[in-house]
T-cell receptor, first 113, second 114 residues
Framework: KAGVTQTPRYLIKTRGQQVTLSCSPISGHRSVSWYQQTPGQGLQFLFEYFSETQRNKGNFPGRFSGRQFSNSRSEMNVSTLELGDSALYLC????????????FGPGTRLTVL | AQSVTQPDIHITVSEGASLELRCNYSYGATPYLFWYVQSPGQGLQLLLKYFSGDTLVQGIKGFEAEFKRSQSSFNLRKPSVHWSDAAEYFCAVGPTGGNEKLTFGTGTRLTIIP
């Protein structure tokens, strides 16, 4: 079974631009979560989607948004990019329940100049 | 609020030596605990997990972890490390019952010397 895939793997943007990242979960998984990883803040939870609905949201500004499609694929969008948004963005999928194990993708490395 | 503490930022061990990475958690109920490993530039790979039952959990790559409720700890161990074990290791607790799906520790970077 294929793992979690994320595209693109690398992105370079400039301040003020917006960006969309994509995540395809493991086949059959219906929950997708997004995390931001930075050297200073570590791994922080952004949000989780299940059956096209946002279930949980971390403590991030409204510039960070996401959505999930009927095939469970998910996208996250960051508008009005700031230098501090430079990070590794990780997507994780799990089957259904809160206690299910999350499996992570390789991440998208976003650099904001 | 839930939290995870990994007190060791960086550990260096010799190849073939034993390893123990520490993890302490704060959680109001019975926690679900995980250890993930991350190689440079890569995503997180699940090593093992504890949900309930036997407090000694076996994982992949020869790793094991022991859940000790009295000490709020979930330390990761390996009897003999290999150079390929060099990576960053994260302990996590979840679900948290709040907005967080998983709460991660700050990670321990493991260096292996010949």
């Amino acid at each position: 079974k294929a793992g979690v895939t994320q595209t693109p793997r690398y992105l370079i943007k400039t301040r003020g631009q917006q960006v969309t990242l994509s995540c395809s979960p493991i086949s059959g998984h219906r929950s997708v979560s997004w995390y931001q990883q930075t050297p200073g803040q570590g791994l922080q939870f952004l949000f989780e989607y299940f059956s096209e609905t946002q279930r949980n949201k971390g403590n991030f500004p409204g510039r960070f948004s996401g959505r999930q499609f009927s095939n469970s694929r998910s996208e996250m969008n960051v508008s009005t990019l700031e230098l501090g948004d430079s990070a590794l963005y990780l997507c994780a999928s799990s089957l259904v329940a809160d206690t299910d194990t999350q499996y992570f993708g390789p991440g998208t490395r976003l650099t904001v100049l | 609020a839930q939290s995870v503490t990994q007190p060791d930022i960086h550990i260096t061990v010799s190849e073939g030596a034993s390893l123990e990475l520490r993890c302490n958690y704060s959680y109001g109920a019975t926690p679900y605990l995980f250890w993930y490993v991350q190689s440079p530039g890569q995503g997180l790979q699940l090593l093992l997990k504890y949900f309930s039952g036997d407090t000694l959990v076996q994982g992949i790559k020869g790793f094991e972890a022991e859940f000790k409720r009295s000490q709020s700890s979930f330390n990761l161990r390996k009897p003999s490390v290999h150079w390929s074990d060099a990576a960053e290791y994260f302990c996590a607790v979840g679900p948290t019952g709040g907005n967080e799906k998983l709460t991660f520790g700050t990670g321990t970077r493991l260096t292996i010397i010949p």
